[in-house]
């Protein structure tokens, strides 16, 4: 079974770091580009960040540029959120995508919250 | 940067019911790069349509897509209790963008 499962968000106060980890299992990992995608009532779906199959190529939203960092592990299957200076408006739930051409897989999403 | 609105924001429908649900994007958008979500309370977005007018594996064939250019659509055949939720179109190149969804309530 084709699963994704995301870990590591919680209580974090603003200007804090977090590191977010999404395990992967089910599928070749090392096949698939990987997204990070996070959603508010407010906003909705915004996508944060994506990562190519070997880790060489990255792109992020403009709003997390500079403070946040994609990276992936081959070897154990694992992608990465680093989030550095964290500001309220990052609170959200974190969801971690893996993709192919014609179908995804999305985990259960892990949630953020950024409060003093 | 694309920008996809998505209309009307809320549908109030009944089961059996047809419906259309349209994304326009601020400019012209590859056919093969325009996907449609489905998402339920609690749940985590579900992959409908990709590229304009695919299937995604397992969805029901009451789920259509058409558009080219700037205006896309989502059609639902006839209403199952279950499709009550909230639908996104997604515009995916190097970076994604999602339109801010429609909501089809009872």
């Known amino acids: 079974e084709v699963q994704v499962v995301e870990s590591g968000g919680g209580l974090v106060q603003p200007g804090g770091s977090l590191r977010l980890s999404c395990a992967a299992s089910?599928?070749?990992?090392?096949?698939?580009?990987m997204h990070w995608v996070r959603q508010t009532p407010e906003k909705g779906l915004v996508w944060v960040s994506r990562?190519?199959?070997?880790?060489?190529?990255?792109a992020y939203a403009d709003f997390v540029k500079g403070r946040f960092t994609i990276s992936r592990d081959n070897a154990n299957d694992r992608l990465y959120l680093q989030m550095n200076s964290l500001r309220a408006d990052d609170t959200a739930i974190y969801y971690c995508?893996?993709?192919?051409?014609?179908?995804?897989?999305w985990g259960q999403g892990t949630l953020v919250t950024v409060s003093s | 940067e694309i920008v996809l609105t998505q209309s009307p924001g809320t549908l109030s429908l009944s089961p059996g019911e047809r419906v259309t649900l349209s994304c326009r994007a601020s400019q012209n958008v590859n056919t093969n790069s325009l996907a449609w979500y489905q998402q339920r309370p609690g749940r985590a977005p579900r992959l409908l349509i990709y590229d304009t007018s695919n299937r995604a594996a397992g969805i029901p064939d009451r789920f259509g897509g058409s558009g080219s250019g700037t205006d896309f659509s989502l059609i639902i055949g006839r209403l199952e209790p279950e499709d009550f939720a909230v639908y996104y179109c997604l515009h995916y190149a190097d970076s994604w963008t999602f339109g801010q969804g429609t909501k089809v309530e009872f």
């Open positions: 995508v893996a993709t192919t051409p014609s179908t995804d897989s």
């Open positions: 089910g599928f070749i990992f090392s096949n698939r580009w």
């Open positions: 990562i190519n199959s070997d880790g060489t190529s990255t």
